[in-house]
């Protein structure tokens, strides 16, 4: 006999998340394209952290065509560190004054890079990064990279 789970967060009823999910109202659109084999996890904090933001959006798959992910009226950046990445900066816009869409890639370093190296699309929009110097505190798992976050930190 399985466990009631809660219909929002997908938690079981005793550790229902729901009360502590904040609503924020960004003006950047998020979008997170979580690699299957992380949708699977029991502590899937990418489907915690979309509940939490108005007009957020989460796509389970390794493919994605650009119509899946693409927000009219938005400019696109994919929040990945690497070469060429800028800091993201808190409030800005593109450079077309347009407010950002944010894509980010959920899973494990190797599933994200994988994530973008199958999409080409994706690959080649911008990227953007967090400012150096963050400390994860999310101690269920954590990632031997300096500066890695969970996606819902």
């Not at 899937?44 to 957020?56: E, Y």
């Not at 400390?135 to 976050?149: C, K």
Request: positive net charge; charged residues 20%.
């Amino acid at each position: 006999m399985s466990r009631p789970v809660c219909l929002r967060c997908k938690r079981p009823e005793s550790h229902c998340l729901c009360a502590l999910i904040p609503a924020l109202l960004p003006r950047t659109r998020v979008v997170v394209l979580q690699h299957p084999s992380e949708a699977r996890h029991a502590l899937n904090t990418a489907r915690l952290a979309v509940l939490g933001l108005d007009g957020a959006r989460r796509l389970v798959g390794e493919r994605f065509q650009h119509e899946q992910w693409a927000e009219p009226g938005y400019a696109p950046c994919v929040l990945f560190p690497g070469e060429g990445a800028e800091v993201l900066i808190p409030g800005c816009a593109a450079a077309t004054g347009a407010p950002l869409q944010l894509i980010v890639p959920d899973g494990t370093w190797t599933h994200a890079r994988k994530l973008l190296h199958i999409n080409p699309q994706l690959a080649a929009l911008p990227r953007v990064m967090l400012p150096a110097g963050l400390t994860s505190r999310y101690r269920v798992r954590h990632a031997d990279i300096p500066g890695a976050l969970s996606t819902i930190e």
